[in-house]
């Protein structure tokens, strides 16, 4: 009697093999180990067989993670003669990875540092504005390479209304904002904002219940009158990193703040005439620098105040 041996992919359906491969890909814990991928995370599996490979790409769930610049860092930024072609491929593969996500949410992250043509990056990534869910841009650069991105290209990125995005985290970016006023986001579902240097305005009414600022100078904006203030009733938790803590205060209504954490690196900034009334605050952490009359100041109008620790 004649034997064959036994297909895993004749016994087992493709419903169950993606259950298999679920539990290799996690959207969560690619996000948080891009640094050390050099290829998609299931890149392995479609290495065994061309049913397998076949079936990762056509499943959008695999794709949904769109990095730009990352996975492109662990090798030297292309001489002159090479930076067109290699950038020519960074866009085709971002536009296949689009293609392959279907419709669903996309999370998405860049490093501006290592995106050889920013402008037809954002042209891409714009059309499917209405899918973003969380967008984060790094800078890390390694060997002293910068590549400078206009503001006003970031400003582009920005510019589509973006009706599911719940996330934004700017971090990191230190030199290639040159847009002087703070740039503006319609995303009416953002829950979580993350600036540096340069400050992204959200409609008002906010729906931010987490912000973090960082070096950002808000004393060039101005004071603003009491009804000029960024409307941020539903802001539960502020973080305030290199800069000045009265100006960043006195530009938002949040009376509901419940938790505010200061680091600002520097006494020299001013105090400020006065601060809001935070009748929520019930967690303060501020950097212990010395004495401080911006905390002297924010103390007095922390009346529910629980927990306060003198570092961050």
């Not at 180990?33 to 299931?42: A, R, T, V």
């Not at 070096?215 to 000045?244: R, W, Y």
Request: charged share 20%; proline share 8%.
């Amino acid at each position: 009697m004649e034997t064959t041996s036994a297909n895993i992919n004749h016994i087992l359906p493709p419903e169950l093999l993606l259950g298999l491969f679920d539990l290799i890909y996690s959207e969560s814990s690619i996000i948080e180990d891009l640094g050390n991928q050099k290829g998609h995370p299931l890149v392995s599996v479609m290495l065994v067989c061309r049913v397998w490979r076949d079936l990762v790409e056509s499943s959008p769930r695999y794709w949904t993670v769109v990095d730009i610049g990352i996975r492109e860092s662990y090798a030297p930024l292309p001489t002159a003669p090479d930076v067109e072609r290699n950038a020519d491929a960074q866009v085709s593969a971002l536009e296949l990875q689009l293609t392959r996500s279907g419709q669903l949410p996309l999370q998405i992250v860049i490093e501006p540092d290592f995106v050889m043509d920013f402008g037809a990056v954002v042209d891409s990534l714009r059309k499917q504005a209405r899918r973003w869910q969380v967008l984060t841009l790094l800078d890390k650069p390694r060997k002293g390479i910068r590549r400078l991105i206009p503001g006003g290209l970031l400003a582009s990125l920005l510019s589509s209304p973006f009706p599911s995005l719940i996330s934004i985290q700017v971090r990191g970016l230190s030199t290639f904002f040159d847009v002087p006023e703070p740039l503006s986001v319609n995303a009416p579902s953002l829950r979580s904002l993350t600036c540096t240097n340069q400050f992204i305005a959200t409609q008002s009414p906010s729906s931010l219940t987490f912000l973090s600022i960082i070096g950002v100078n808000f004393s060039a904006f101005g004071t603003p009158s009491s009804e000029a203030k960024l409307d941020m009733s539903q802001l539960l938790e502020l973080h305030i990193e290199g800069c000045g803590v009265g100006p960043v205060l006195n530009a938002f209504d949040a009376p509901n703040l419940a938790k505010l954490v200061v680091d600002t690196k520097d006494r020299s900034y001013p105090a400020p005439e006065s601060l809001p009334s935070y009748p929520n605050m019930k967690e303060l952490q501020w950097d212990d620098l010395g004495s401080d009359s911006t905390f002297t100041l924010l103390i007095h109008r922390c009346p529910s105040l629980t927990s306060f620790s003198s570092y961050v």
